[in-house]
């Protein structure tokens, strides 16, 4: 079994994730190197995006999504991510494996049958035949039209798209490239490169949990599943994808707290050569370096900053990273001053290094910023 120390595995995250150093790579490179971007806030996944590159450019997202290199959809915890092709097939899959809407209490909270889920799926691979795109406004209008569907337009319109999702993970619509703020749904069939459907999730999980793991290990199969679907996969299930990946997998003791934690057998030299890191970095809302463990991760986040961090309503905070660890928050005031928070029992952050931080944020998005610090 790998020893590693907690700073060992911050530090070798910040590079796995293309933060210390920053990369030259695409906006596609990153998203399949971070295991996908969440874009539920869409100028946050392009922050995040743009704090790993050397020379961010401006629209490289949105020409990403048009060129099809990246494709937007709902995939882990729901919520919104930008995905490479070759990973995104994997992610859906076992998320549908869960098969989270045929739970009672789904049911009784969104008022869709399994029986109605199966069609909804089959009517929407109607309407989006042949390469169509529809609005969220037009999809709904067209299902509630056709026979059998004109009482669900109340669940097809509430909410956060939360009926619409398992048709998401089950391969029947993604998110289309879009116009401005217009969000178009199209069929993965014709829109992204290379689709063949969801495969099985024993398939899925030989894809899914390297690249999960290739930029947040070491983690525990528990710490997959609650990154990937909040924990709601079945336990056996999920030790069965870990142990089907046999000897591609090594067992890592961290600080030696006993946990069974995994590792790409393959990174585990990599690993074991890390030194700890000194970085600092400004990381926009919705990282993908807190979300990959969680914010209950306490070798990450303090438990007692964990509020600071994630808010109310899902909210998750940008974040001062230094020597691995959160050390403080921060945010755009609409002065262009980046105000930042420091924990007080963080230490001392260099400040130098925030200034360069603050001017590497003016060059991602094209202000003129000032630094603002102080203690909390």
Request: proline fraction near 5%; charge should be neutral; include cysteine.
């Amino acid at each position: 079994m790998l020893k590693a120390t907690r700073d060992q595995v911050l530090a070798w995250r910040l590079r796995q994730q293309g933060l210390t150093p920053r990369t030259m790579s695409t906006v596609a490179e990153l998203a399949e190197r971070l295991a996908g971007v969440q874009a539920q806030v869409a100028s946050s996944a392009e922050l995040a995006i743009a704090t790993r590159q050397r020379k961010p450019r401006a629209g490289a997202v949105e020409k990403a999504l048009a060129d099809r290199t990246v494709v937007k959809t709902w995939s882990m915890r729901g919520t919104l991510h930008l995905l490479v092709p070759e990973q995104m097939a994997a992610f859906q899959s076992l998320l549908a494996a869960a098969r989270t809407w045929e739970k009672p209490s789904w049911q009784r909270s969104f008022g869709v049958t399994p029986d109605q889920m199966e069609r909804l799926g089959d009517a929407v691979d109607e309407l989006l035949d042949g390469g169509r795109a529809m609005s969220r406004a037009e999809l709904t209008e067209a299902i509630i039209a056709m026979p059998g569907y004109g009482d669900l337009r109340e669940q097809l319109t509430s909410g956060w798209g939360t009926v619409l999702k398992p048709l998401a993970w089950t391969g029947h619509l993604c998110h289309g490239s879009g116009e401005g703020n217009r969000t178009a749904f199209v069929s993965p069939r014709s829109h992204v490169p290379g689709w063949t459907g969801v495969p099985e999730p024993e398939e899925a999980a030989r894809v899914a949990v390297p690249a999960y793991l290739r930029a947040h290990g070491p983690a525990t199969a528990e710490a997959f599943d609650a990154w990937l679907i909040r924990g709601l996969t079945r336990k056996a299930d999920m030790r069965a994808r870990f142990a089907s990946l046999g000897d591609r997998l090594t067992e890592v003791d961290v600080d030696g707290d006993g946990e069974r934690a995994y590792l790409l057998a393959e990174d585990a030299d990599g690993l074991a050569r890390t030194k700890p890191s000194k970085e600092v970095r400004l990381l926009a809302g919705f990282d993908q370096y807190v979300l990959g463990p969680g914010t209950a991760d306490t070798r990450l986040i303090a438990a007692d900053r964990r509020k600071a961090v994630s808010r109310t309503a899902g909210w998750i905070s940008p974040v001062v990273v230094h020597e691995g660890r959160v050390a403080g928050v921060w945010d755009f005031t609409d002065d262009g001053t980046v105000d930042v928070r420091l924990f007080a029992e963080s230490g001392a952050v260099p400040k130098a290094a925030l200034e360069a931080e603050v001017a590497h944020l003016a060059a991602c998005t094209g202000r003129g910023l000032e630094l603002s610090v102080r203690t909390v």
